[in-house]
């Protein structure tokens, strides 16, 4: 059975910095895409940013050039370096595992 797992969000004062990681397990082999989304209360989930095994990332208007993201294939774990974060980042980020899987998501909270 497939897991994907993700940590690393907590809260952070404007400015600051997060970074999320997620890893899938239980059997996934040669995972193409992975991906990062949020959601807020009473709003759709929207993407993040994505990034295919080859390295190809796709990022939000909202986030390019403060979000970077990156995959270890080895480890089928990828990871979202979030900086100079502001408070319309705050959403609960679930990882995606090629538009299918999902993990539980992880809050990120920032606020003065």
């Known amino acids: 059975q497939v897991q994907v797992v993700e940590s690393g969000g907590g809260s952070v004062q404007p400015g600051g910095s997060l970074r999320l990681s997620c890893a899938a397990s239980?059997?996934?082999?040669?995972?193409?895409?992975m991906g990062w989304y949020r959601q807020t209360p009473g709003k759709q989930r929207e993407l993040v940013a994505k990034?295919?095994?080859?390295?190809?990332?796709n990022y939000a208007d909202s986030v390019k050039g403060r979000f970077t993201i990156f995959r270890d294939n080895a480890k089928n774990a990828v990871y979202l370096q979030m900086n100079s974060l502001k408070p319309e980042d705050t959403a609960v980020y679930y990882c995606n595992v090629d538009y299918y899987y999902w993990g539980q998501g992880t809050q990120v909270a920032v606020s003065s």
């Open positions: 990034i295919t095994s080859g390295g190809s990332a």
């Open positions: 239980g059997g996934i082999f040669g995972i193409n895409v």
